[in-house]
């Protein structure tokens, strides 16, 4: 697989960790009154789509950024990647 | 009908026209005391263990596909019961108990071989790790042994023993462990389920569960609705796709694992061999091919195919313990879709709903559990109770922090 770094371009996907699915970004709040709960659900329950996919990946043997990966899971074939970065502040996290 | 020497030598001489198909090919009944989704192995068995040990003969299985077409028949054949941990070792002993007896229990050639299983050893540390397994192995009633590299020189003098990286220093040694037919697996159980009054109804995908107030009382199929007093999910590699249909989300992740198989070569590897400092398995089949394996590709995917960069690594590991296999050629390779859950080890629970009950997660090492899985999902669902060795598979164990995790990787499956 091909993944195009939006800053590096095309590199090869070995280059990468998987890490899972995006929701792994929305780290709940622990001091909420559900927190135990929802940290079950954030550390242990997946979606696992077959189709669409957003996703994780670390380019550890590249420049070390996290990426946001949209895959299909039935063809392997990649529609989009952004830096997890950017997607991270939009959903209002500070970084 | 049952099998024997002189029928099939009776059947040779008389131009083997009495054979007879092995398994009816109903329609759907209105309704059913218990269905099985998936006609894989551990589907099979249960539907067969349900008949025959507790009674329960008013089943069906429902098959997508065809029985045997999913993961029994794309796995790399090894039975085995080397594990750990108190919650999976005694499980996989009793699987391993029943392989020993299953070709009686089925009539059926299963062409089950014990020939031992090498856990190779390449580090002080490793020997110690090792050393700890087989004594929980014999805690469980299991057999093992530390061999010193001398015991393996006698065995399998062609391993790579003086690998500058990876010297060979010993070995976890199980016997009873070896290899089976994997598709006669799925079609012994099939008959023998079949003439117990078993439905095994194929090409009838799920497409939904009718749920009334918390209580599963059928499923939607492409076939018609049927109706069950309880409805028991058996689809590992897609088991993500179909409980969401019950509005499930699931500890697994689904994942491909690829497997391979050289051109036929004379009798060159007595048992099976794994490689300890990286991922490697083979063994060698009836039929002279090299079957092998390694690493899961390592990223969500219901694709049954892998990428070549996994493909590197497993023929890497290979020639790092046995050079001589880089003489042999590859004849097929292909992936299988794997449950990869959140521990490394698997489920068989009853679900939050009602007469709902759930088997997956078996990560790569289901086809070894096949008949304790379904010796032990019939016993849940017979008596809603577990089975005593399958007391520990329950989806609920990480809220009570009570992961089986025989690797300690944390939650990470593509680890496991």
Redesign the interface.
Same mark, same amino acid.
């Given at each position: 697989m091909i993944i195009h770094h939006p800053l590096l371009g095309p590199r090869d996907a070995a280059e990468f960790v998987y890490k899972g699915d995006v929701t792994l970004i929305d780290r709940p709040d622990w001091q909420a009154e559900d927190a135990a709960e929802a940290f079950h659900d954030y550390l242990y329950l997946r979606d696992n789509p077959a189709g669409e996919h957003r996703e994780l990946w670390f380019h550890e043997q590249g420049d070390r950024s996290w990426l946001v990966v949209t895959r299909n899971t039935l063809t392997h074939e990649i529609t989009k990647v952004e830096l997890a970065r950017d997607v991270a502040r939009e959903r209002g996290r500070s970084r | 009908m049952k099998y024997s020497a002189l029928k099939i030598l009776w059947e040779g001489l008389t131009g083997n026209k009495g054979w007879a198909p092995v398994w009816r090919e109903p329609d759907p009944k209105p309704e059913y005391d218990v269905i099985i989704i998936g006609g894989g192995g551990h589907g099979l068995a249960t539907a067969y263990y349900l008949a025959k040990e507790f009674g329960v003969a008013n089943v069906a299985v429902l098959e997508k596909g065809w029985i045997g077409g999913g993961n029994v028949g794309r796995n790399t054949t090894i039975i085995r019961s080397n594990y750990l941990l108190e919650g999976n070792q005694p499980f996989y002993e009793l699987s391993l108990k029943l392989w020993e007896g299953l070709e009686q229990d089925l009539n059926y050639n299963a062409m089950i071989s014990q020939r031992g299983i090498l856990n190779l050893i390449h580090s002080d540390a490793q020997r110690d790790a090792f050393a700890r397994r087989a004594n929980g192995m014999r805690l469980s009633g299991a057999d093992s042994e530390l061999l010193d590299t001398a015991g393996i020189r006698k065995m399998c003098p062609f391993l790579d023993f003086e690998n500058a990286r990876f010297p060979i220093q010993g070995a976890l040694w199980q016997p009873r462990g070896g290899t089976v037919r994997h598709d006669a697996v799925a079609w012994g159980y099939a008959r023998g389920a079949d003439a117990r009054g078993v439905d095994i109804i194929q090409n009838c995908e799920v497409t939904g569960f009718q749920i009334e107030n918390g209580t599963c009382t059928g499923v939607e199929t492409s076939r018609g609705a049927i109706r069950a007093r309880k409805v028991a999910v058996c689809v590992a590699g897609?088991s @993500?796709?179909v409980m969401?249909q019950a509005g499930m989300?699931?500890?697994?992740?689904?994942h491909v694992l690829q497997a391979f198989v050289s051109e036929g070569l004379k009798p060159v590897i007595p048992g099976v061999i794994t490689f300890g400092a990286g991922h490697f398995y083979v063994s060698q089949s009836d039929k002279g091919g090299l079957v092998f394996g390694g690493d899961i590709d390592?990223? +969500?995917?219901?694709?049954q195919r892998g @990428?070549l960069?996994v493909v590197e690594d497993v023929c890497e590991g290979g020639m790092a313990i046995m050079p001589m296999i880089g003489r042999a050629r590859l004849l097929r390779m292909w992936g299988g879709v794997m449950d990869m859950s959140?521990d490394g080890s698997p489920f068989i629970d009853k679900t939050h709903i009602d007469g709902l009950y759930f088997n997956g997660g078996w990560c790569y090492g289901g086809f070894k559990a096949t008949p304790a899985s379904g010796y032990c999902y019939a016993h849940l669902i017979a008596r809603d109770q577990p089975h005593e060795v399958a007391t520990q598979f329950r989806l609920d164990r990480?809220?009570r922090g009570a992961m089986i995790d025989e690797k300690g990787q944390g939650?990470?499956? +593509?680890l496991h």
């Amino acid at each position: 697989m091909i993944i195009h770094h939006p800053l590096l371009g095309p590199r090869d996907a070995a280059e990468f960790v998987y890490k899972g699915d995006v929701t792994l970004i929305d780290r709940p709040d622990w001091q909420a009154e559900d927190a135990a709960e929802a940290f079950h659900d954030y550390l242990y329950l997946r979606d696992n789509p077959a189709g669409e996919h957003r996703e994780l990946w670390f380019h550890e043997q590249g420049d070390r950024s996290w990426l946001v990966v949209t895959r299909n899971t039935l063809t392997h074939e990649i529609t989009k990647v952004e830096l997890a970065r950017d997607v991270a502040r939009e959903r209002g996290r500070s970084r | 009908m049952k099998y024997s020497a002189l029928k099939i030598l009776w059947e040779g001489l008389t131009g083997n026209k009495g054979w007879a198909p092995v398994w009816r090919e109903p329609d759907p009944k209105p309704e059913y005391d218990v269905i099985i989704i998936g006609g894989g192995g551990h589907g099979l068995a249960t539907a067969y263990y349900l008949a025959k040990e507790f009674g329960v003969a008013n089943v069906a299985v429902l098959e997508k596909g065809w029985i045997g077409g999913g993961n029994v028949g794309r796995n790399t054949t090894i039975i085995r019961s080397n594990y750990l941990l108190e919650g999976n070792q005694p499980f996989y002993e009793l699987s391993l108990k029943l392989w020993e007896g299953l070709e009686q229990d089925l009539n059926y050639n299963a062409m089950i071989s014990q020939r031992g299983i090498l856990n190779l050893i390449h580090s002080d540390a490793q020997r110690d790790a090792f050393a700890r397994r087989a004594n929980g192995m014999r805690l469980s009633g299991a057999d093992s042994e530390l061999l010193d590299t001398a015991g393996i020189r006698k065995m399998c003098p062609f391993l790579d023993f003086e690998n500058a990286r990876f010297p060979i220093q010993g070995a976890l040694w199980q016997p009873r462990g070896g290899t089976v037919r994997h598709d006669a697996v799925a079609w012994g159980y099939a008959r023998g389920a079949d003439a117990r009054g078993v439905d095994i109804i194929q090409n009838c995908e799920v497409t939904g569960f009718q749920i009334e107030n918390g209580t599963c009382t059928g499923v939607e199929t492409s076939r018609g609705a049927i109706r069950a007093r309880k409805v028991a999910v058996c689809v590992a590699g897609s088991s @993500g796709r179909v409980m969401a249909q019950a509005g499930m989300r699931l500890p697994i992740e689904s994942h491909v694992l690829q497997a391979f198989v050289s051109e036929g070569l004379k009798p060159v590897i007595p048992g099976v061999i794994t490689f300890g400092a990286g991922h490697f398995y083979v063994s060698q089949s009836d039929k002279g091919g090299l079957v092998f394996g390694g690493d899961i590709d390592g990223y +969500n995917t219901y694709a049954q195919r892998g @990428g070549l960069p996994v493909v590197e690594d497993v023929c890497e590991g290979g020639m790092a313990i046995m050079p001589m296999i880089g003489r042999a050629r590859l004849l097929r390779m292909w992936g299988g879709v794997m449950d990869m859950s959140m521990d490394g080890s698997p489920f068989i629970d009853k679900t939050h709903i009602d007469g709902l009950y759930f088997n997956g997660g078996w990560c790569y090492g289901g086809f070894k559990a096949t008949p304790a899985s379904g010796y032990c999902y019939a016993h849940l669902i017979a008596r809603d109770q577990p089975h005593e060795v399958a007391t520990q598979f329950r989806l609920d164990r990480f809220a009570r922090g009570a992961m089986i995790d025989e690797k300690g990787q944390g939650a990470q499956p +593509n680890l496991h």
